[in-house]
């Protein structure tokens, strides 16, 4: 496994933007695929995106499509979120995952399918 930590989250303006790190620790980094999910109070952790080891191969929930960006440097053992026009409603705490590359799931939006997890960030978006 990997230990994870995630960064970047704040308070930010409905419109504004926030770029999330999510540092690994391991030698390995770049054998693990990567995501993102996230979890507003009351409601369940949800999926928003996640990168294959390679960076190829990149996946989002529609709701982020065209707003969010996953990215990785595997030098840096470190993925990243960027989060452009971003609305009130995608305040939640924000979790980065890790799995083996060999064993990314199909059903990589659920959260079981994800071995690894970091302790969260919060990201607020004001109205």
């Known amino acids: 496994q990997v230990q994870l930590v995630e960064s970047g989250g704040g308070l930010v303006q409905a419109g504004g933007s926030l770029r999330l790190s999510c540092a690994a620790s391991g030698r390995t980094f770049s054998s693990y695929a990567m995501g993102w999910f996230r979890q507003a109070p009351g409601k369940e952790r949800e999926f928003v995106a996640a990168i294959r080891w390679s960076g190829n191969s990149v996946y989002y929930v529609d709701s982020v499509k065209g707003r969010f960006t996953i990215s990785r440097d595997n030098a ?52």
């Open 76 to 127: 840096k053992n470190t993925v990243y979120l960027q989060m452009n026009s971003l609305k009130p409603e995608d305040t939640a705490v924000y979790y980065c995952a890790a799995q083996p590359q060999l064993y990314f799931s199909p059903n990589y939006y659920t959260p079981t399918t994800w071995g690894s997890w970091g302790q969260g960030t919060q990201v607020t978006v004001s109205s």
